[in-house]
């Protein structure tokens, strides 16, 4: 009994893992022209510089349907949801145990890492003004708000 049940779970966790790569690879098009718009941003100062003309110009791009000043879409919970690379995350007076912190903050999902790990593509960050990236970990975050958003 114990090898049936333990091939079961075998069985399903191949499958959640399966699953979990597979909506990574097959993003909705919205969210994977806002990658693409990260990608080709990589470096390069878009806009002002600003961190919110990072989203502002990755939404247009893809042709999203939202509404300035922080209206990016659907609000999705990473504790319920599965979040996208290509969603968009507002942040309000954030500080993290690992000494990052983000008074005030627009950034793109870039990749999911693992469910609550995100490397983000931003700019306006220590006062670099051309788009990076930045590993964040939900876990680490002692407090302030964030927020997820799936474009439209």
């Known amino acids: 009994m114990k090898a049936i049940i333990r091939k079961l779970f075998l069985a399903l966790s191949f499958l959640f893992s399966y699953n979990t ?14 990658v693409d718009f990260s990608t080709k941003s990589m470096g390069k100062k878009v806009d002002r510089g600003e961190c919110w003309d990072l989203a502002k110009f990755a939404l247009d791009y893809a042709g999203a349907k939202w509404e300035a000043p922080f209206d990016y879409g659907k609000i999705v919970d990473p ?16 500080k993290s145990s690992n000494g990052i912190s983000f008074p005030h903050h627009t950034a793109i999902v870039y990749k999911v890492i693992s469910s609550g790990k995100y490397l983000i593509a931003h700019q306006n960050f220590n006062n670099i003004r051309k788009v990076g990236t930045l590993e964040l970990d939900l876990s680490l975050v002692t407090k302030g708000s964030i927020k997820f958003f799936r474009p439209r």
């Open 21 to 34: 790569i597979l909506a990574q690879n097959e993003l909705p098009p919205i969210n994977q022209k806002i």
């Open 79 to 94: 504790k319920k949801d599965t979040i996208l690379a290509g969603d968009i995350i507002q942040f309000e007076k954030v």
